[in-house]
């Protein structure tokens, strides 16, 4: 069977006759939704009848790239599998994130008494060390053996950059205006991250391989060398004393 999306079937509606508004449409394939007649295949964002609907169910299709057709599979305990994968895959990248948390405190306090630079030169230094370790993955999958130690690599690269990147952003500019630094900062981040996911594909390929990783894992890592060099020749660090001659003109205004 070949699914089909909501405007398909108005055009089938109207070639046969039928007048059919597309809110009409779209009440009925709720209604059929509703009672486990349909399924709906989120990545066709299209429609095809249930094979066995008296069973409530998830439903799994091999779909054909060329023709376009369906073919729901027989779950058993294909479902349990993929939930209990998923799961698996969400903690896999768990170190990384648990580093953050614990180093990002003492880091930013060291980054505030001698400097962002460095620190901020070290870090994408670091990750890409990471990416590179990862370069080592293949199968059969080990995951402690392959995965775990370049996500710990990096999970230590971005807590040495995370902190000192905020700070040499509100650091540089005026007080009053560290609301509007610290919305830029965090607007630059979201469009960031949103390039970077639109490019990947162009890396990886249609389908994720061995290969496909291996060179997005290596594209990763040359974009953070190259963070790390514009960090270093880029960045400055106050010089020493400079916020405490601050503060001392600050109070002796006051006064």
């Known amino acids: 069977h070949k699914p089909l999306g909501a405007y398909q079937l108005l055009a089938q509606l109207a070639a046969e006759g039928f007048n059919s508004a597309p809110p009409t449409v779209y009440r009925a394939l709720d209604f059929l939704l509703e009672h486990g007649l349909l399924h709906r295949i989120a990545s066709l964002n299209a429609f095809i ?89 293949g199968l059969p999958l080990d995951y402690f053996a392959q995965v775990f130690p370049g996500l710990v690599v990096f999970g230590v690269g971005l807590a040495v950059t995370v902190a000192p990147l905020t700070s040499a952003i509100l650091g540089a500019v005026d007080p009053e205006e560290a609301g509007i630094g610290s919305a830029v900062n965090n607007a630059v981040a979201r469009i960031a991250g949103l390039v970077a996911i639109a490019f990947a594909g162009l890396i990886t390929g249609p389908v994720i391989t061995t290969s496909g990783l291996h060179g997005t894992a290596a594209v990763t890592a040359g974009l953070f060398i190259a963070g790390a060099l514009a960090s270093a020749v880029g960045i400055r660090n106050p010089p020493p004393g400079q916020e405490q001659g601050q503060s001392q003109d600050a109070g002796g205004r006051a006064d």
């Open 49 to 137: 009848g249930c094979n066995n609907p008296d069973h409530p169910h998830h439903g799994y299709f091999l779909i054909c790239r060329g023709c376009g057709s369906a073919q729901e599979i027989k779950a058993g305990n294909l479902s349990a599998y993929l939930r209990e994968n998923a799961t698996a895959a969400g903690f896999a990248l768990l170190p990384s994130t648990l580093i953050l948390l614990l180093l990002s405190a003492k880091i930013g306090a060291l980054s505030g008494r001698f400097g962002p630079r460095w620190f901020m030169t070290a870090g994408p230094l670091l990750c890409a060390a990471g990416f590179l370790m990862l370069m080592g993955i």
